[in-house]
């Protein structure tokens, strides 16, 4: 009976181990919810200047920013670990500073609404300039393409040499278009982006544009960031080879070393216990079904004479 009950089991319902597993492919394979990236702070660095930070970057260990307001756009070369500023540059007093990359040596750093690019070494000295059409937000580099944000929804890739549009890319979360996209850093396949107002990053896949993963910094910003409504989160920093980022803000007296954390998408775990009852539920139905029969055939058994029986007295006489 045990052997039936298990071969019925496993041919009504599959292993629990397999649910589990199959509600994390069909996770995995979805786009339409994020999963939610939990992390933990490794440093909080102070440091004596308070910019508008737009851009932020590692390079040869060291961090590179990019700050705006006019006649204040800045950029600055930190010690993330002391946040001591190494060199500074003042940009011109007619451009509000935006977005900074560096790819191939070379610092790209975006003007709001000026169309203008500069290009400075990484020693901050200017190099070049080029032109962009329409407003400048973040930038980062993928190795070969630069990508850029105007505080829309959509994503542009640029040849590094002219900048020219190679192709864009439409950014959703959760299949509706994700606007106000700010501060951005590539890392491999996918693009991390700062939202204007918004306490999260967002991880992008830069195929098909769809948010992957979400990070509420909502606890950190409300621990650090000053008062100022424009005081948002905005700068991320991946360190190469590693899960860690560097994050600040508008105006923030601190810069925060971070790790991130995967965590499990809320979806995936009710799939989970869903599929854990239905197994039970099933599995129940098939033992009823089983020992029901076996049961009742007990019980019919165990009301019925067995055996052949000896005639009472009484019986004997009603024959004779």
């Known amino acids: 009976m ?23 492919n069909n996770a995995e394979s979805s786009t339409d919810e994020p999963i939610k990236v939990g992390y933990e702070i490794l440093e909080t660095v102070q440091r004596n200047v308070t910019p508008f930070t737009q851009g932020l970057e590692i390079y040869d260990d060291h961090l590179y920013e990019s700050s705006g307001i006019y006649g204040e756009s800045t950029l600055r070369i930190y010690d993330p670990y002391t946040g001591e500023v190494i060199v500074s540059q003042e940009l011109p007093e007619h451009v509000f500073g935006e977005g900074l990359t560096i790819h191939d040596s070379r610092i790209y750093i975006l003007t709001w609404k000026a169309e203008q690019v500069y290009i400075h070494d990484t020693d901050l000295k200017p190099v070049d300039t080029a032109t962009i059409e329409g407003e400048g937000w973040g930038i980062c580099s993928t190795g070969n393409e630069l990508v850029t944000s105007n505080g829309t929804s959509t994503l542009s890739f640029r040849n590094p040499s002219n900048l020219q549009v190679n192709d864009t890319l439409d950014v959703k979360l959760s299949g509706e278009p994700l606007d106000r996209l700010n501060e951005l850093e590539c890392v491999g396949s996918q693009i991390y982006a700062n939202r204007w107002h918004d306490d999260r990053i967002f991880r992008i896949d830069s195929e098909s544009g769809a948010v992957e993963a979400v990070l509420d910094l909502e606890e ?11 005081s948002v989160l905005n700068g991320i920093a991946h360190i190469p080879e590693t899960n860690d980022f560097w994050v600040t803000g508008k105006n923030w007296p601190t810069l925060h070393l971070i790790r991130l954390n995967e965590t499990t998408q809320a979806n995936d775990v009710e799939a989970v216990i869903e599929t854990f009852e239905a197994q039970y539920a099933i599995f129940g139905l098939v033992l009823f079904a089983i020992l029901g029969p076996l049961a009742g055939s007990a019980l019919r058994a165990n009301s019925e004479p067995k055996g052949i029986q000896a005639p009472s007295p009484n019986d004997l006489q009603e024959e004779a």
């Not at 045990?2 to 589990?20: K, R, T, Y």
């Open 220 to 230: 950190l910003v409300e621990g650090y960031a000053p008062g100022e409504e424009e």
């Open 2 to 24: 045990c052997v039936v009950l298990f071969i019925c089991s496993q041919s009504f319902n599959p292993a629990l181990s397999h649910s589990v597993n199959a509600a994390s």
